[in-house]
């Protein structure tokens, strides 16, 4: 079993960024690729961003590419997301999630864990 607690939501107008941090416990945090998805009201939870267990491998939505950082500290069981130039319709809950697929995946079905998930909104 793998625990997923995020924290680093919040209110942001657009234009600005946070930094959300997914603190793990449980089993060995290296062991897993995590991934950073998203769920606006009204609309299918999707991928954002994920990162294979090593860290050396890293991949995007579009959506996101070239705004948002994925990375992580294995010595810290931690992933981060950081976000900068958010826009109104990043506006979402944001989960981080640990997959068994090693070199990281964009499938929602090949994340075993999820945590509970911190709101982001950006105001206009």
């Known amino acids: 079993q793998v625990q997923l607690v995020e924290s680093g939501g919040g209110l942001v107008q657009a234009g600005g960024s946070l930094r959300l941090s997914c603190a793990a416990s449980g089993r060995t945090f290296s062991s897993y690729a995590m991934g950073w998805f998203r769920q606006a009201p009204g609309k299918e939870r999707e991928f954002v961003a994920t990162?294979?267990?090593?860290?050396?491998?890293?991949y995007y939505a579009d959506s996101v590419k070239g705004r948002f950082t994925i990375s992580r500290d294995n010595a810290k069981n931690t992933v981060y997301l950081q976000m900068n130039s958010l826009k109104p319709e990043d506006t979402a809950v944001y989960c981080c999630?640990?997959?068994?697929?090693?070199?990281?995946?964009?499938?929602?079905?090949?994340?075993?864990?999820w945590g509970q998930g911190t709101q982001v909104t950006v105001s206009s």
């Open positions: 999630a640990a997959s068994n697929v090693l070199p990281g995946t964009v499938r929602i079905h090949e994340y075993d864990y």
């Open positions: 990162i294979s267990w090593s860290g050396r491998n890293t």
